[in-house]
């Protein structure tokens, strides 16, 4: 290899590392935007929007346990704000089962236990 192709493959290699963070940072930016205007959304009353921003934000990037467990957390309330009650518990007992000890597993359970109420005449 020439001198000048092994310093651009070098270089390039170098850009390459340096290049890594930031673009993992937009991800992360672009991900808590996707959260951002999920919550938005949900509290506007446009769950089918959060539903597609809480989609969005696991495509950026692989969310932490924490985060998996609120965008489970708030696909349950958008199903819920749609009617789909079913649908809302089986993901808020998914979204307790997966994470029992975080904020949005004990929420969930909460949820559960208020949709499973006897209608009170």
Not at 2 to 30: E, I, M, N, Q
Not at 43 to 71: H, M, S, T, V, W
Not at 88 to 114: L, M, N, V
């Amino acid at each position: 290899m020439s001198k000048a192709k092994h310093r651009l493959a070098r270089v390039t290699a170098l850009a390459l590392v340096l290049a890594l963070p930031v673009l993992a940072g937009c991800a992360s930016l672009a991900q808590l935007g996707a959260m951002h205007s999920a919550q938005r959304s949900i509290a506007k009353g446009k769950y089918e929007a959060a539903l597609l921003n809480l989609f969005q934000a696991e495509k950026y990037k692989a969310p932490d346990g924490e985060l998996r467990a609120e965008i489970a957390f708030l696909r349950g309330r958008c199903h819920e704000g749609l009617g789909r009650e079913a649908e809302a518990i089986a993901i808020y007992q998914y979204t307790a089962d997966t994470f029992p000890t975080t904020s949005h597993g004990y929420q969930a359970k909460a949820r559960i236990a208020e949709l499973q109420k006897p209608p009170q005449s």
